[in-house]
């Protein structure tokens, strides 16, 4: 069965650290696009990090350079480093995958993204 399952998030304080894993089976992490969004109550869905198949990276202007998306090829698994967390990164932070390798300008395009994770909570106190 491909499915994505998220794990790693939690409540920190402002300035912590939280690492999100997301673990991929029957899909292949580094054959095709993959990232992260999230969505606070009452927002919509927004792109964090995504990361193609060549290994390109991109982040949304908000947590460029706190965070970082990475994989581990041997593992099949995604992850998202977030350091200098802020309350406003608050959000229930959801794994995507795409049926394509690049993805150009659409990487942060919600509808391109078939499968999903269930999400997981991350709650950042000042």
């Known amino acids: 069965q491909v499915q994505l399952v998220e794990s790693g998030g939690g409540s920190v304080q402002a300035g912590g650290s939280l690492r999100l894993t997301c673990a991929a089976f029957?899909?292949?992490?580094?054959?095709?696009?993959m990232a992260w969004f999230r969505q606070a109550p009452g927002k919509e869905r927004e792109g964090v990090a995504s990361?193609?198949?060549?290994?390109?990276?991109r982040y949304a202007d908000s947590v460029n350079g706190r965070f970082t998306i990475s994989r581990d090829i041997a593992k099949n698994t995604l992850y998202l480093q977030m350091n200098s967390l802020k309350p406003e990164d608050t959000a229930m932070y959801y794994c995507?995958?795409?049926?394509?390798?690049?993805?150009?300008?659409?990487?942060?395009?919600?509808?391109?993204?078939?499968?999903w994770g269930q999400g997981t909570q991350v709650t950042v106190s000042s």
């Open positions: 029957g899909y292949d992490v580094v054959r095709y696009s």
């Open positions: 995507a995958a795409a049926p394509r390798g690049y993805m150009g300008r659409i990487h942060f395009e919600v509808v391109e993204y078939k499968l």
């Open positions: 990361i193609d198949s060549q290994g390109t990276t």
